[in-house]
């Protein structure tokens, strides 16, 4: 197993859990924090609604160039040290989002803020499936549990601080001064660092497979008498995989961010709901994404990943159809508010275990696991980025049944890709 061993320390006393456990909850609270003081922000620079959504794109746009770009920072600094770096810049920019007097800066510090918010994803991740190999224990479910609820929590202390006529600039400095010092604790307690090299042993996640049956180490291939094609085999696999795990990422965008964006317009104007339970059903779709993340580590080491993919896809398939049935059939609004939550409970396990893959990848076929984690990233923000494009129209065009319809068209396709993306 690979360790540092620069400060003279036993590799099994890492604590370095607690880097990626950091960075998880930073980046859930700053993001949590802004969401919740944009209308201000808004109203400051005197953005009309158009303007406004052109700066949003602006951050989005970021956050995909900062996925591309995460994997030279990692390679660069270290995987460790890029994800603390990336969040001392995330937390700063937010504070430029915070203090920008005018629409032209806060474009472009929407900008900035996009890229540091889309590389800290990525190093993030990829540090948490370094220290998993480290440990030999999942966790990538643990930390994306640590973002929900940090975000959640954040947008709590926002709202309250937006009722309380608190300063936006004032607000966010404070969220960001701890983020900073959170980051700067974990930066100087270097105790049982985790290499930043290659990976060390990795446990099986779906029982014996071709490089663990024989008993040798999964970072090195096991000795037999046809090793010459088994690197052939490898790449045909690794081809196979990676457009997988591709349509996998964006599929479970077109499920998660409608689910968070759209389902309360849903409910408001396709059940007429009162503007209290409609407001409640991206809340039931958060929750459901936090209780089964927080199920997720101990589900993949009793069933396996595959096995725990394929019982999210089905359940987003099963919640967004009895949507889809309550929407067209004007069911009670309480059947869709419960089929909102299942469907939250049932998307929570995909990008987890997205990012997660990256774990098999670096053993089986030697990709950084920024490398994998970038293209998730990357591709999830795609997603995120043309599913209002897609379910804007179409709700337009032939009502709102069309969100839990659109749903259903990415469930499937999860259902479909992620069990054999990350088996």
């Not at 370094?130 to 643990?142: D, E, I, K, N």
């Not at 930066?187 to 049956?213: F, H, I, N, Q």
Request: aromatic share 6%; net charge positive.
């Amino acid at each position: 197993m690979s360790v540092d061993v620069a400060d003279g320390l036993d590799g099994r006393t890492s604590s370095d859990w607690r880097v990626p456990a950091v960075a998880f909850a930073v980046n859930g609270a700053l993001y949590g924090s802004l969401l919740t003081r944009f209308p201000e922000i808004a109203d400051r620079v005197s953005a009309s609604e158009t303007q406004f959504g052109v700066v949003l794109f602006a951050a989005a746009l970021g956050g995909l160039l900062g996925s591309l770009v995460a994997p030279l920072l990692a390679r660069a600094v270290g995987e460790r040290s890029a994800t603390l770096l990336a969040g001392a810049g995330y937390a700063l920019l937010a504070v430029g989002v915070a203090w920008a007097p005018q629409l032209i800066l806060l474009g472009g510090a929407l900008l900035l803020l996009g890229i540091l918010d889309g590389a800290h994803d990525v190093v993030m991740n990829a540090f948490a499936v370094r220290v998993q190999q480290h440990r030999a224990t999942t966790l990538m479910g643990r930390m994306h549990a640590t973002w929900s609820l940090s975000l959640a929590g954040a947008g709590v202390l926002g709202t309250v601080a937006a009722g309380l006529r608190v300063p936006v600039a004032l607000h966010v400095g404070i969220a960001a001064t701890v983020a900073l010092v959170a980051q700067l604790a974990i930066a100087l307690g270097r105790k049982g660092m985790v290499a930043e090299g290659p990976p060390g042993p990795t446990p099986p996640v779906d029982g014996p497979s071709e490089l663990t049956s024989t008993g040798n180490s999964p970072s090195t291939p096991a000795s037999t008498g046809d090793s010459p094609a088994r690197p052939a085999r490898s790449l045909a696999r690794l081809r196979y995989v990676l457009p997988v795990l591709g349509l996998a990422a964006v599929a479970a965008s077109y499920v998660e961010s409608p689910g968070q964006e759209w389902t309360g317009l849903l409910l408001s104007r396709g059940f007429d709901a009162t503007p209290q339970v409609a407001a409640a059903a991206p809340v039931l779709f958060g929750a459901g994404l936090l209780a089964s993340r927080l199920l997720l580590d101990v589900a993949v080491s009793r069933v396996g990943q595959a096995r725990v993919a394929a019982i999210s896809g089905a359940t987003m398939m099963t919640a967004v159809g009895i949507g889809l049935v309550c929407t067209l059939v004007g069911a009670p609004v309480w059947w869709a508010l419960a089929a909102v939550a299942m469907a939250g409970f049932g998307a929570g396990p995909a990008f987890p275990l997205l990012f997660g893959s990256a774990d098999q990848l670096s053993v089986r076929h030697g990709i950084p696991p920024a490398r994998t984690a970038s293209m998730v990233s990357a591709l999830s923000r795609v997603g995120a980025i043309s599913a209002p494009i897609v379910v804007g129209p179409l709700t337009d065009a032939f009502g709102m049944v069309m969100v839990f319809a659109i749903m259903a068209v990415g469930a499937a396709l999860v259902l479909g890709a992620l069990p054999r993306a990350v088996r």
